[in-house]
């Protein structure tokens, strides 16, 4: 029981935080992007990034295992590299979890950084600030609400990733068995008691989720 | 100082054709709502891209469409005072006033930005918030940011607009002996008679997104002279915009 515990749920934070982090470095500059910048292509490349909010799971899993898989394009590459294989390793769960993640932050801080007055970054420009400077020291800064939502949003969809996973990462426990799978397996092999336990701890977890963005939603603008 | 401005550009169905070269000293770009004054405004200070046009400061040429010459706006040294001030909310007062000073060592960094709150009234303001200060306020710490990296002139998109009638008039004696200390060249777009009278050494007139006539404020406001009808102390009367 103590070895069930401290495996599938320390491994899906595991998971989830090295998702989430990937998502944010990805996903704050498309969410610029999406927000200050018109260009060609702009309303396809939201729609592939929102995309795999709107899928089956299965079908992004599958999506993926044509790419990663051991004949994908990146999968051979990555063999070649002497990195081995990517399916049925905590890098597939990690990529499965960051791909379901992504849309959610992308989204909310799309909306943060459009709730930002552009003024503020022309006077910043006029003070001889740079681009990157200005989206670092005033952007973000004035968007945190709508990054921290997204964060937030984007952590409790990788904490949840089930049927990406599965198809990707497998079910190896103390590998890639997360959180979100042990309860399935507990549930088919009838230890109800350790599923219970595990749903009442996601539970509380994705409460304390919600209630983080209620608190900072109720924070107002600024 | 010597500014050479010539713009001709369109933002859907405005067109903007407008050319005036201003001498040392106080100008204002005078003109009802809508007549195309803070569009050029936003030209000179490389915020807005005309299809065609040329900006030169004293000898240096800022924007030239027809020779590709397109300096980014935080390489022309303007400063810039917008309509609401635009302070950083998440900066106090002195965050807001160094933010055009990065790249200078800290220590002289908070005496010059002691020295410019000093030199707009504000001392001891550092710590404070933008928004717990009053709009009079708001505006000298504006003035602060914008005067901080020593802008070669200073542009100002109609800066009294958001001001009460008495705190106006204050201020705009106080903007006056500001220039007088600083000697910074100052662009001014209004559409106030008042405060043309008050500040501008040189006006440039608008209408209808073309300039019509510029020349020393004493002479083009002089109600006695015999200057174009319908310049009268009232301003123009509004005029449908597009």
């Known amino acids: 029981m103590s070895e069930f515990l401290s495996s599938p749920l320390p491994l899906s934070l595991r998971v989830a935080f090295v998702a989430t982090l990937l998502a944010l470095v990805t996903g704050l500059p498309l969410a610029w992007l999406l927000a200050r910048r018109s260009f060609r292509g702009r309303d396809l490349l939201s729609v592939v990034v929102l995309l795999p909010m709107v899928l089956p799971p299965t079908v992004l899993g599958y999506y993926l295992l044509l790419v990663v898989g051991r004949e994908g394009m990146v999968g051979r590459i990555w063999e070649m590299a002497g990195l081995g294989r990517i399916v049925f390793t905590p890098t597939a769960a990690v990529l499965a979890a960051f791909v379901a993640a992504l849309p959610f932050l992308v989204r909310a801080a799309q909306g943060g950084f459009e709730q930002v007055d552009p003024t503020y970054e022309e006077a910043a420009r006029t003070l001889g600030r740079g681009e990157f400077s200005i989206f670092a020291t005033v952007t973000v800064p004035l968007a945190w609400r709508g990054i921290l939502a997204g964060v937030a949003l984007g952590f409790a969809r990788a904490i949840g990733e089930f049927g990406a996973t599965l198809m990707v990462a497998g079910n190896i426990p103390g590998r890639t068995q997360t959180a979100s799978i042990a309860i399935y397996d507990a549930v088919q092999a009838d230890r109800l008691e350790e599923a219970h336990l595990l749903a009442l701890l996601l539970s509380l977890m994705a409460g304390g989720v919600l209630l983080l963005l209620t608190r900072v939603g109720r924070g107002g603008r600024w | ?242």
């Open chain 2, 1 to 242: 100082m010597s500014l050479e401005v010539r713009i001709r550009t369109r933002v859907g169905d405005f067109h903007l054709d407008a050319a005036f070269q201003a001498p040392e000293g106080i100008t204002a770009l005078f003109g009802p709502s809508g007549a195309g004054k803070s569009l050029t405004l936003r030209c000179i200070a490389g915020l807005t891209l005309p299809a065609h046009g040329r900006v030169v400061v004293n000898g240096s040429v800022l924007l030239d469409r027809a020779a590709r010459i397109d300096l980014p706006a935080r390489e022309r040294r303007l400063g810039y005072l917008f309509q609401h001030h635009a302070l950083f909310p998440h900066l106090d007062v002195a965050g807001n006033v160094a933010f055009g000073l990065h790249g200078m060592p800290r220590p002289q960094r908070i005496e010059r930005v002691r020295e410019l709150l000093a030199l707009v009234g504000l001392e001891d303001f550092e710590g404070r918030r933008p928004g717990g200060l009053s709009g009079g306020e708001q505006q000298r710490v504006a003035l602060a940011r914008a005067l901080a990296p020593e802008p070669r002139l200073l542009l100002l998109d109609e800066p009294f607009s958001a001001l009460d009638m008495e705190i106006r008039i204050r201020l705009l004696d106080e903007l006056k002996a500001l220039h007088r200390r600083t000697g910074v060249p100052m662009l001014l777009v209004t559409h106030d008679l008042e405060e043309v009278r008050r500040l501008a050494h040189w006006v440039v007139r608008y209408r209808k997104g073309s300039v019509v006539e510029e020349g020393p404020t004493a002479t083009l406001l002089d109600p006695s002279g015999k200057d174009g009808p319908g310049f009268s102390p009232w301003g123009w009367p509004e005029e449908p915009t597009a």
